[in-house]
């Protein structure tokens, strides 16, 4: 894990790879959604089974992207590239060797202006300066439309349901261009 970028007290790390505990801040944020009755949406249970299936997948690699603050896990997002086409059905990906799919992206302390600061000025000039020329986000929570649509454009819509209730998802997916 090498460290990025730093603003004030939080250290913006990166590593190739993946672990559990990576997932800490989605952990905290499917805590707030049952004490706040917000949806049976579980988002630790899915990410956990998806990327137990990404890292037994040959031709896909993850990049874990982390906020630390002291040694809390604050942040956590997950690019992943390679044969991405094979896991993004929903859209056609556009010169794969060049794409990411950007992965679980979650906060702590939202609202302050740090996910704005990561994705912008940290995580996209990271990989443009690699290379790479766009990122594809697919999000369920419609509370992160506007903040993806800061950065790119909306390429289609999708619906998906809540695991226990069968509550309705409407799904955005999203192009940000790195160059």
Request: aromatic share 16%.
């Amino acid at each position: 894990m090498h460290t990025i970028a730093q603003k004030d007290s939080l250290r913006f790390q990166v590593t190739r790879g993946f672990q559990n505990a990576y997932l800490e801040p989605v952990a905290h944020f499917v805590l707030w959604k049952l004490k706040n009755d917000w949806d049976d949406y579980n988002e630790l249970y899915h990410a956990t089974k998806y990327f137990d299936g990404l890292l037994k997948t040959p031709g896909l690699w993850i990049d874990s992207h982390l906020i630390r603050c002291d040694d809390q896990i604050t942040g956590c997002l997950f690019l992943v590239g390679g044969a991405i086409s094979g896991i993004e059905s929903k859209y056609p990906i556009e010169d794969e060797p060049t794409a990411l799919s950007l992965k679980y992206f979650h906060i702590v302390d939202k609202g302050q202006g740090i996910g704005r600061f990561w994705l912008g000025e940290v995580v996209m000039p990271y990989y443009a300066g690699r290379g790479f020329k766009r990122i594809y986000v697919n999000s369920s929570h419609p509370q992160s439309f506007p903040f993806y649509l800061r950065f790119g454009e909306e390429i289609c819509r999708y619906n998906k349901v809540s695991d226990i209730h069968g509550i309705p998802r409407e799904g955005r997916s999203f192009l940000l261009k790195l160059t």
